[in-house]
């Protein structure tokens, strides 16, 4: 059998340990705030960028030419539904 060692549960972790575990748990937390906030200011930028696109953008009326006016779109037709109306009678 193998002989293990056994975990001394009254030492303490070295001060150079802990430091260094600080200033990992440290550099990690600034890594990601650093790219939440860089898309945050690149999804910002596109939302003004295209919220002036659509202020600006020419509506559908002055884009006819001639003066014609638009056909309307056309409706489709769907039947009124009945309560009773299913698909599969059984």
């Given at each position: 059998?193998?002989?293990?060692?056994?975990?001394?549960?009254?030492?303490?972790?070295?001060?150079?340990?802990?430091?260094?575990?600080a200033?990992?748990?440290?550099?990690?937390?600034?890594?990601?705030?650093?790219?939440?906030?860089t898309?945050?200011?690149?999804?910002?930028?596109?939302?003004?960028?295209?919220?002036?696109?659509?202020?600006?953008?020419?509506?559908k009326?002055?884009?006819?030419?001639?003066?014609?006016?638009?056909?309307?779109?056309?409706?489709?037709?769907?039947?009124?539904?009945?309560?009773?109306?299913?698909?599969?009678?059984?």
């Open positions: 059998m193998r002989n293990h060692q056994s975990i001394n549960f009254g030492s303490q972790i070295p001060l150079k340990t802990k430091i260094t575990l200033l990992g748990v440290i550099l990690v937390l600034a890594l990601l705030f650093f790219f939440a906030f898309f945050f200011l690149i999804t910002l930028a596109s939302g003004i960028v295209l919220f002036f696109f659509k202020l600006f953008q020419k509506t009326e002055s884009l006819n030419l001639g003066g014609q006016s638009a056909p309307p779109p056309p409706k489709n037709y769907q039947r009124p539904r009945k309560n009773d109306d299913d698909i599969i009678d059984i």
